[in-house]
């Protein structure tokens, strides 16, 4: 008889302990899901660090001119850019004439065929 009252002391303290364990999981969880719903928040309201578009420069004659259109994120680019809202993206490479990079491919991002 001593031995099933060791058994069910044991097993008792075992569901104590999961139960505690439990309790120590869901509330890692519920802390995790209000970080990520902060973070969330955040990168919302945030404008976005890196422009959707670019133009790339060159010196000729002594000033610059565009020399190709590259997305955001783009490091074939150069360091001489400038940033491109969506519209003079679609217009430098509709109706200016300027190139797209053939690397990242602007063009197909912004529907120009």
């Not at 999961?18 to 309790?23: E, G, M, P, S, Y």
Request: charged share 30%.
């Amino acid at each position: 008889m001593s031995d099933k009252v060791d058994r069910l002391d044991r097993l008792r303290s075992v569901r104590e302990w999961l139960a505690w364990q439990l309790r120590r999981t869901d509330d890692t969880i519920a802390e995790l899901e209000r970080q990520e719903a902060a973070t969330a928040r955040t990168a919302r309201t945030l404008p976005s660090s890196t422009p959707g578009w670019k133009l790339a420069l060159r010196r000729a004659g002594g000033r610059p001119t565009p020399e190709a259109v590259h997305t955001g994120d783009c490091g074939m680019a150069g360091k001489n850019t400038r940033p491109l809202p969506r519209e003079q993206a679609l217009r430098a490479l509709t109706e200016d004439g300027i190139t797209a990079c053939p690397y990242c491919r602007p063009d197909n991002d912004l529907g120009v065929l």
